[in-house]
């Protein structure tokens, strides 16, 4: 590989002769070659959107030339489209906590390519990466700044719209459904009957919770610490900068950024990314839930509940002929898992703010988008490949609901707990349905049983 000579602070150093970044983000490379996964690709494109941001903000207070601005918008238009952005931008997550390498890296590459522009209109010197590019900023308000804006915009574009697909989805299975009534159960154990509407809307219930949640921590998240530069006062920013800045950025984004409260705040900490992480683990509860009750419903087809039938997707084993298994179920069960991993180690991350900055920035970044991203893509496939596509055993719901003993539970107000007790044990134990039971017990005929044992009258409650 053919190398050039590049220069910064430390002094000199060699780089790929077509490398577009220069010798900070080489040094980056050079020092943490430890999991050869650079930032998410959602990140980048927020860090390049706040340097064209920046430069259209400085722009107007006079600080960096039209022309200079244009070249700097120019390369990040220019980046922002290009199909291979990536291989712009090696930096490990692992690194340094500021994800100071990070920033230069954009700076560079920016630098680099506003430059061309730049020097093909006006004589003078290159675009700089840190005098120019990087004005008014420091990689301590634009790391945590990138991380505010790729959750927003990954949360707004990809993962709350995949949530109301899949409660949509579920409210509408769960309305075709109506008409079945299946035995509840609780402790896994047998219980009092439901309708397939009801377990189905309750999952679109916690789903609803999960998307309000999110939507309130948006509004915390479009909050931001750019203007607040290394250490949250704001030195080396034009005092307008950043209501300036955060007014570009919208424009730029069409998502509505505001300036933060307190840069102290958003430097030192990462309260909010924590807390939107917890709500993106109350998600991965939620789809948990309904992937497990998806799967015990599934299970079978014969010695298992065998209440419903999931989409066949894939042969299920390379073994045993004919097995297939609820493979989407299981996908989600696993992007859960992760996720809850994700939040571990984001609120570890949250606890390393020392003073004036947090120190794993980039870290809380990767797992944050990682979270977002599995959610939003798992919770896609859940709706149309299991929700949308599973059918009802009805005759396997009856066989269950018919012959459970627990429906005595609606004879309580007539004939008492004890009595109702003795009925459901001698059931059990006969392996008899209650309502013959109950009618050798009691005193009641059995057009009144079978009206009082009605399972989907029983689903509407009361007494």
Known sequence: MKMRIEKDSMGELEVPEKALYGAQTQRAI?????????????????????????????????????????AIQNACD?????????????????????????????NEVIATLASAYYCSEVNGSAVNPNDHVNYGQSSNDVIPSAIHVSATLELTGHLLPALVH???????????????????????????????????????????????????????????????TAVGTGINAHP??????????SNLTNVTFSKGNNFFALIGSQDTAVAL?????????????????????????????????????????????????????EATAMVAAQVIGNDAA????????????????????????NS????????????????????????????????????VTALNPIIGYGKAAEIAKKAYKEG???????????????EELLALLDPAKLTHGGI
Not at 348 to 357: C, K
Not at 373 to 392: E, H, M, P, R, Y
Request: negative net charge; glycine residues 6%.
């Open 30 to 70: 050079n020092n943490f070659p430890i999991s050869d996964e650079p930032l998410p690709e959602a990140f980048i494109r927020s860090l390049i959107l706040i340097k064209a941001a920046a430069a259209r903000a400085n722009e107007s207070l006079e600080c960096i030339t039209p022309e200079m601005s244009k």
């Open 78 to 106: 220019e980046l922002l489209n290009a199909d291979d952005l990536m291989q712009h931008f090696p930096v490990d997550v692992f690194q340094t906590g500021s994800g100071t390498s990070s920033n230069m890296n954009a």
């Open 166 to 228: 899949l409660k949509d989805t579920i409210l509408e299975k769960g309305t075709a459904l109506a008409g079945y009534t299946k035995t509840g159960r609780t402790h896994l154990m047998d219980a009092m009957p439901v309708r397939l509407d009801q377990t189905f809307h309750a999952w679109a219930a916690q789903l609803q919770d999960n998307i309000d949640n999110l939507t309130y921590l948006e509004s915390k998240t479009t909050q931001l610490a750019q203007g607040g």
């Open 240 to 249: 307008e900068f950043a209501e300036l800045f955060a007014k570009e950025l």
């Open 277 to 329: 992480s917890g709500q993106l683990k109350a998600v991965a509860v939620t789809y948990m839930k309904i992937a497990n009750d998806l799967r015990w419903m599934n299970s079978g087809p014969l010695a298992g509940l065998g209440e419903i039938s999931l989409q066949a997707l894939q042969p299920g084993s390379s073994i045993m002929p004919g097995k297939v298994n609820p493979v989407i179920p």
């Open 346 to 369: 984001i609120t570890i991350g949250g606890q390393s703010g020392n003073f004036e900055l947090n120190v794993m920035l980039p870290m809380i970044a990767k797992n944050l988008l």
């Open 372 to 407: 977002i991203k599995l959610l939003a893509s798992s919770g896609q496939l859940l709706a149309d490949n299991a929700i949308a596509t599973l059918t009802v055993n009805e005759d396997k719901l009856n066989q269950a609901l018919h012959r459970n003993p627990i429906l």
């Open 432 to 446: 008899r349905p209650v309502v013959d039971v109950a009618e050798e017990e009691t005193d009641l005929s059995r």
